[in-house]
């Protein structure tokens, strides 16, 4: 899977890292529901982390298309909020 954070790039994710994903997925959106501000934060900080320490990067100039896009670090926890489906950033 191609996973896009926004304002850095892309990464190649293998599907087995998706269970760890979305356990960090899960926390994030208790913490967004409960309005956790420094919780969501480090939470978020901890996804991206994971998507970036798992994955395999693209070349800036691959144009594959995302088929996941995740907010970047200094997204506030509205600006998340609007990007949710209604199963959080990570579907499944």
Do not use: K, Y
């Not at 956790?36 to 994971?50: K, N, Q």
Request: proline share 8%; no cysteine; glycine share 10%.
């Amino acid at each position: 899977m191609i996973v896009r954070i926004m304002g850095e790039g892309q990464v190649r994710l293998a599907d087995s890292h998706f269970a760890e994903l979305n356990a960090l997925d899960d926390e994030l959106l208790a913490e967004m529901e409960s309005g956790d501000e420094e919780g969501f934060r480090r939470t978020l900080g901890e996804l991206l982390e994971a998507v970036r320490r798992l994955g395999t990067p693209l070349p800036d100039d691959a144009l594959e298309p995302s088929e996941l896009i995740l907010p970047p670090p200094e997204a506030s926890l509205e600006e998340v909020r609007e990007m949710l489906g209604g199963e959080g950033l990570i579907p499944g």
